[in-house]
């Protein structure tokens, strides 16, 4: 590996084989869009949300939350015994991770007040 553009040493990312349905959320700063996806990628349910970024981190995680739920929901509401329940929850954030820890060690003013948010 070589050295990144941010001029840091790469990081090897961890990838992990996994036998059922994820929970998965994009939080960006203008919207938030959660999802249930397969083992083999499909996307079995969907919902978008605005991102109350202007109300603080603490809005925006409960808005990621709820809109996690509420796919989860979704799904046990259709029924169908195929898709089983998820397995794990990924999220992937605006601004920089601290993969150790879940925190937000740099972002952009599009969520103010970001950086610093635990997600982990």
Not at 38 to 65: C, I, Y
Request: charged share 15%; no cysteine.
């Amino acid at each position: 590996m070589t050295e990144t553009a941010a001029g840091g040493a790469p990081v090897a990312a961890r990838v992990r084989t996994v036998r059922g349905p994820i929970l998965a959320a994009d939080l960006g700063g203008t919207k938030i869009t959660a999802g249930l996806v397969t083992p083999g990628g499909v996307v079995v349910a969907r919902r978008t949300v605005p991102t109350p970024a202007a109300e603080g981190p603490n809005a925006v995680v409960a808005a990621v939350t709820a809109a996690l739920v509420a796919v989860r929901d979704d799904v046990a509401a259709a029924g169908d015994a195929t898709v089983g329940a998820p397995v794990a929850v990924g999220i992937g954030s605006a601004g920089v991770v601290d993969s150790a820890t879940g925190r937000i060690i740099s972002a952009t003013d599009a969520i103010p007040g970001w950086a610093g948010t635990e997600l982990g």
